[in-house]
């Protein structure tokens, strides 16, 4: 899992790559594959995932939009984020 800190970019539409993302996801049309391009210090690494059965569901935005590095691990765990929901996981003392 990347650090919370990484700035991840879902793209779905064709994008400038000039964008100050630390990793870009590219969704192909079908839905049964994605591209994950990042930089690793010494150069661009490209990796694939295909799925077997279902699709993977980017986040609707104009043109693609950020999410965090959690959100992507549950993307690729095949787990659709509009339907996913983050809970609070603590709540602050009041002194």
């Given amino acids: 899992m ?3 800190t990484v700035r991840v970019f879902a793209a779905s539409v064709p ?6 993302c630390d990793i870009f996801v590219f969704r192909n049309h079908p839905g049964d594959r994605v591209k994950i391009l ?3 210090r ?15 569901r980017l ?3 104009a043109g693609g939009v950020e999410i965090s590095a959690a959100e992507l ?4 765990e095949g787990i659709d ?3 996913a929901r983050q ?9």
Avoid: I, N, Q
């Fill in 87 to 95: 809970r609070m996981r603590f709540v602050r003392c009041r002194g």
């Fill in 38 to 40: 990042y930089w690793d």
């Fill in 15 to 20: 994008v400038d790559l000039r964008r100050s």
């Fill in 42 to 56: 010494t150069g661009y690494c490209l990796w694939y995932k295909r799925l077997e059965k279902g699709t993977f």
């Fill in 73 to 76: 691990v549950l993307l690729l």
């Fill in 59 to 61: 986040p609707s935005g």
């Fill in 2 to 4: 990347p650090p919370p």
């Fill in 81 to 83: 984020l509009a339907g």
